[in-house]
């Protein structure tokens, strides 16, 4: 049976259930250093200790999902070498440098900055504590900024040539760094893990005020939540509108497979839903409304739609996947939309924190954005299929010389290890949640330190 | 298009920037691991969250040096990277496994209560596999690796045999060293006292292993062999094994003697003659004995770009790395402490 097994597709498994797993922990983390330092913010400005003590319960469970975080993002940093070698080899000289500066840029700042943040809260001065806070919130920004221009890179290939040896190198690095997915990309990943952050929070909130306690933190928590469900969710859609169009103008095949697109037309149908059958090339059950991709995409009724049929049969991507994908994820955000109308509705009519399915509700909503985020990904990363590089290079070239045996050892040790990782990981995050904020005596840090060892004390305790 | 070629050997630049990075991963996170490594034989529970304690603000950003040394031979040396990573499949998943294990221990074991002892075994068989692996590593390092074109062309296991173990067996010592007397430098009392029995207890295993590498190494290879007995390479290069000795006495002796910041720093004297006198031999290969530093080089322009921030933003790391260093400084004390 090994045999048969095929590096190639054990290795994009290995791959996408890696970055899937991954993801997570970005996706939350960004939003909530930002929100953490949104909360110490409002905490040094007003004094009102309900931010410090909301602070101090987040920045625990920040502490373990940022350790998830970085081990899971070890490995990542290593993948492309081991399992994608000829990739590596070849694209080196331009991925290479991009990699090179996340690291540089915002590696050492968060790691570095977050020993203040989590041990740091009596060592140091509360703006020195607030400005550890901000570093690494500014931090995940940044890493984000260059690991995202390195995949829309992959996506949407500029500032190159080929050399005769196969390899690619650089021509000019600011198209390479701005390439022209890039900031559409940026936008709508960093909005998705906002409102990712906000999601999972506002679920909290509406939990301890649903049982009752802590409910001066829960009001604040969920009151924080919606103000970004109202506000962000909605500009969600419009940034993600305009990455659709920008997808559409640069890579036609995967917006085909999106709206599952099989002739190339005027006037095309939206397709809400249906079945593509990618052997008998076309979407099977489909119901349409006529004429609305093409309003969306060229903003003509008549305007032309590009279909699958285009391309050859060996340059389309894995139209099933990339269809529903996409529809989970518009079907969260619409969902996410619809919550913040809601809060906006109850809190008019003052009602915001005592309507309890309103409570349940939200509490429903906390892997919305986690599952977005993952859905998005999936759309973005299937649909450049066959392509490692859209156009450049496919997948099936860049896999390493490694045997199938080795591979599929690792997927299977990735697979248990993560279980056991995730699974206590959320078991630990789920105890921080039901423990809640605790008001009484000062919590030190993620590690159980009651009172930190003060440089005072240590100073007078030598002496 | 844009280059520093012109003014600066960029390569040799790369060259030297990877080798002093994978230089400083080996010995902070050195301590770490050493920590995890030695983490079941503390005498008592409060000593054991003591040792975390001591480590607990640091291990991250210790372990950025493993990804910086990774994406930095990636970004400089892609053909390096892209023949290292395959020869070395199993063990590079094997290390990042331990390093998951070992890293989520660090949040998990303060939050459990009843399955503490479960994350305190991860922590320390974590650090064990990573550490091993990384010793591992060098030992097909030296070995040589079978390259065809621009790819490895080995079998999966050629990196494991009797050598690979025993350097695995060498880097658990040389970690627990680096632990052991970071430990008498960062605690006290009990934990102290138990952290310098272990250094030199370990102290004498590095010794041996360090002299078994160094004589193998020459008898393996003739261009090594060549390069450290040929006169006057031989004057020039003998102070090397002298100073390593010479450290090795100066450890004992502060060990017997009570002081408790100095063996640290011996340690790392001890580290870095070891991680010389390597250099020295391997130089110039970044594969050996296959593809030079300079065979591997990334096109003028990727290295010239990277560069250009690194020389900018590396002072700023280091200087705010050792902002934190300094912020945790002293030992962890007593009080406050469960």
């Known amino acids: 049976m090994i045999e048969n097994l095929d590096s190639v597709l054990l290795s994009r498994i290995q791959f996408a259930f890696t970055l899937s797993f991954h993801i997570f922990f970005p996706a939350f983390t960004i939003g909530l250093a930002s929100w953490l330092a949104v909360l110490e913010w409002r905490l040094l400005a007003t004094g009102n200790t309900v931010y410090g003590v909301i602070y101090r319960m987040w920045v625990k469970i920040f502490a373990v999902t940022f350790g998830m975080g970085v081990v899971s993002g070890v490995v990542m940093s290593f993948q492309f070498g081991t399992n994608w070698s000829v990739f590596a080899d070849k694209a080196g000289n331009i991925l290479g440098p991009l990699l090179g500066y996340e690291v540089l840029t915002s590696f050492f700042l968060e790691a570095s900055f977050l020993g203040i943040m989590l041990f740091g809260w009596n060592r140091v001065d509360r703006r020195i504590h607030f400005a550890a806070t901000v570093i690494v919130a500014a931090g995940t920004l ?27 190198y650089p021509t000019d690095w600011m198209q390479i760094v701005f390439n022209p997915s890039f900031p559409f990309r940026f936008v709508h990943m960093v909005t998705a893990a906002y409102l990712t952050t906000a999601f999972a929070a506002g679920g909290v909130g509406a939990f301890y005020l649903l049982r009752g306690r802590h409910v001066r933190e829960g009001r604040v928590i969920l009151g924080m939540a919606m103000i970004m469900a109202v506000f962000v969710a909605p500009l969600q859609l419009l940034f993600g509108d305009l990455h659709g169009l920008n997808t559409f103008s640069n890579q036609p095949a995967k917006v085909a497979a999106i709206e599952g697109l099989w002739e190339t037309r005027r006037g095309a149908p939206l397709i809400l839903f249906g079945w593509p059958d990618q052997a008998e090339e076309k979407t099977k059950y489909a119901v349409e409304i006529p004429k609305l991709s093409s309003l969306i995409l060229t903003h003509d009724f008549n305007g032309e739609v590009r279909g699958l049929k285009e391309w050859p049969k060996d340059q389309r991507p894995p139209v099933l996947w990339v269809f529903w994908s996409f ?27 005592d309507v309890r399915w309103f409570q349940y509700w939200c509490m429903a909503m906390i892997p919305a954005g986690f599952a977005a985020v993952l859905a998005g990904w999936f759309v973005t990363e299937i649909g450049r299929q066959p392509y490692i590089i859209q156009g450049v290079m496919r997948t099936t070239e860049a896999v390493s010389p490694v045997k199938a045996l080795p591979i599929a ?42 009172e930190p060892p003060l440089i005072t004390g240590i100073v007078s305790e030598k002496e | ?24 991963y080996v010995l902070l996170d050195g301590f770490d691991l050493g920590v995890g490594i030695l983490f079941p ?52 998943i094997l290390m990042l496994l331990g390093l998951i294990f070992r890293g989520v221990a660090f949040e998990f074991r303060f939050k459990a209560v009843k399955s503490r002892f479960i994350w305190d075994y991860a922590f320390h068989f974590g650090s064990i596999v990573a550490a091993f692996m990384q010793g591992v590593f060098l030992g097909a390092f030296v070995r040589g690796i079978h390259v065809e074109g621009r790819s490895f062309a080995g079998q999966p296991f050629d990196w ?18 680096l632990g052991s007397t970071w430990l008498m430098m960062k605690t006290d009392g009990i934990t102290g006292d138990w952290a310098r029995k272990c250094a030199s207890y370990v102290l004498g295993y590095v010794g041996v292993f360090m002299a078994i590498v160094s004589i193998s190494m020459p008898v393996m290879n003739e261009g090594v ?37 100095r063996p640290f720093f011996f340690s790392i004297g001890v580290f870095l003659m ?4 390597l250099g020295i031999s391997l130089w110039p290969w970044l594969v050996p004995f296959a593809v030079t530093f300079r065979q591997a080089a990334a096109a003028a322009s990727s290295q010239s770009f990277l560069l250009v921030g690194t020389l900018v933003i590396l002072p700023v790391i280091l200087t705010y790395v050792g902002y934190c260093y300094y912020i945790f400084r002293g030992k962890v004390s007593h009080e406050g402490y469960y």
């Not at chain 2, 040792?51 to 390096?80: H, K, R, Y």
Request: net charge neutral.
């Open chain 1, 142 to 168: 940044i890493s984000a900024f260059w690991i995202l221009s390195a995949n829309s890179w992959m996506q949407t290939p500029r500032g190159f040539r080929i050399g005769e040896n196969g390899l690619l």
């Open chain 1, 327 to 353: 529809r989970a994820m518009v079907g969260l955000g619409t969902l996410m939309i619809l919550t913040g109308l809601t809060a906006l509705v109850l809190y008019i009519r003052k009602r915001l924190f």
């Open chain 1, 409 to 450: 050892i690792s997927l299977g040790a990735f697979i248990l290890t993560y279980a056991v990782v995730f699974g206590a990981g959320s078991y630990y995050i789920m105890k921080l949640i039901r423990k809640g904020p605790e008001t009484e005596a000062e919590v030190y840090g993620s590690h159980g330190v009651k």
């Open chain 2, 41 to 92: 034989f503390a005498p008592s529970d409060e000593c054991r969250d003591r040792m975390m304690n001591s480590i607990a603000p640091f291990w991250d950003g210790n372990e950025t040096w493993l990804v910086l040394s990774g994406g930095g031979l990636f970004a400089a040396f892609p053909l390096a990277y892209a023949i290292l990573m395959p020869a070395l499949y199993m063990p590079v």
């Open chain 2, 1 to 24: 298009m844009f280059s520093l070629e012109s003014f600066l050997d960029v390569q040799l630049v790369w060259f030297a920037l990877i080798v002093t990075a994978l230089f400083l």
């Open chain 2, 160 to 177: 494991l045999n009797a050598y690979s173990f025993m350097t695995g067996v060498a880097l658990l010592f040389g970690y627990a060293l």
């Open chain 2, 274 to 277: 070891g991680y010389l006198g």
């Open chain 2, 225 to 261: 062999r060549e390069l450290w007995f040929t006169l006057p390479n031989f004057y020039y290069l003998v102070p090397v094994p002298i100073v390593t000795a010479a450290l090795i006495i100066l450890i004992w002796r502060d060990l017997h003697r009570g002081c408790e910041n």
